[in-house]
């Protein structure tokens, strides 16, 4: 089973928005709608910012936003903030002989 | 609140066993599914296993299988991985985290614990 596929870095300005890609297949991201996405500090365990592509667990800004269409799942980030400056990794259902499958992370540049 | 508290960082010579161990708190131990990432240094996230200590059910990345074995103590709510014979490609941070599974598949992990940092060299 593969990583999916993820943009190594994407930046942009305090205040802009960013959109960072999440490229999977037809036996994983594209199978529902069960595409997680995890936002990771340096030196910090992972955190969960949305579930089932666009839900998000309480406390967290609306500033952060999913979508999925096919193969590929994204996320939002608008109004940046410094703190937003971080890896983010998606997460999918792997298919038949994996259950989860990761992305392969995107470094946020604020 | 729910709380994950891993064990403490592990220095291990090539060969050797090792188990860490995930206490977790504020929530239905048996009723959760319970698992473990691997992130190597420098790299990026890699699901190992995940165990439901209420039925036992176990389910391991093909990449792990065979590799690593994952279990749960429901009396002391806490999840084991446990390694026979390490290498040194085993060293890396390994996260424990609550996941949302079903019998088919998982959906996402919502609590992580801090990490456990594992070095295996000689």
């Known amino acids: 089973q593969s990583a999916l596929t993820q943009p190594r870095s994407v930046s942009g300005s305090p205040g802009q928005s960013v959109i960072i890609s999440c490229s999977g297949t037809?036996?994983?991201?594209?199978?529902?709608?069960?595409v997680s996405w995890y936002q990771q500090h340096p030196g910090k365990a992972p955190k969960l910012i949305l579930y089932?592509?666009?839900r998000r667990p309480s406390g967290v800004p609306n500033r952060f936003a999913g979508s999925k269409s096919g193969n590929t799942a994204s996320l939002s980030i608008s109004g940046l903030q410094a703190d937003d400056e971080a890896d983010y990794y998606c997460?999918?259902?792997?298919?038949?002989?994996?259950?989860?499958?990761f992305g392969t992370g995107t470094k946020v540049t604020v | 609140e729910v709380q994950l508290v891993q064990s403490g960082a592990e220095v291990k010579d090539p060969a050797e066993s090792l188990k860490i161990s995930c206490l977790t708190s504020?929530?239905?131990?048996?009723?959760?599914?319970i698992g473990w990432v691997r992130q190597m240094p420098g790299k990026g996230l890699e699901w190992v296993a995940v165990?439901?200590?209420?039925?036992?059910?176990?389910r391991y990345s093909p990449s792990f299988e065979g590799q690593v074995t994952i279990s749960a103590d429901k009396s002391i709510t806490t999840a084991y991985l446990q390694w026979n014979s390490l290498k040194a490609s085993d060293t890396a941070i390994y996260y424990c985290?609550?996941?949302?599974?079903?019998?088919?598949?998982?959906?996402?992990?919502?609590?992580w614990g801090q990490g456990t940092l594992v070095t295996v060299s000689s």
């Open positions: 985290a609550r996941g949302f599974c079903d019998s088919i598949s998982c959906y996402y992990f919502d609590y």
């Open positions: 504020g929530y239905d131990f048996t009723n959760h599914w």
């Open positions: 165990i439901h200590p209420g039925g036992a059910d176990s």
């Open positions: 037809s036996s994983d991201v594209g199978v529902h709608d069960y």
């Open positions: 089932d592509v666009g």
């Open positions: 997460c999918s259902y792997g298919g038949t002989h994996s259950t989860f499958v």
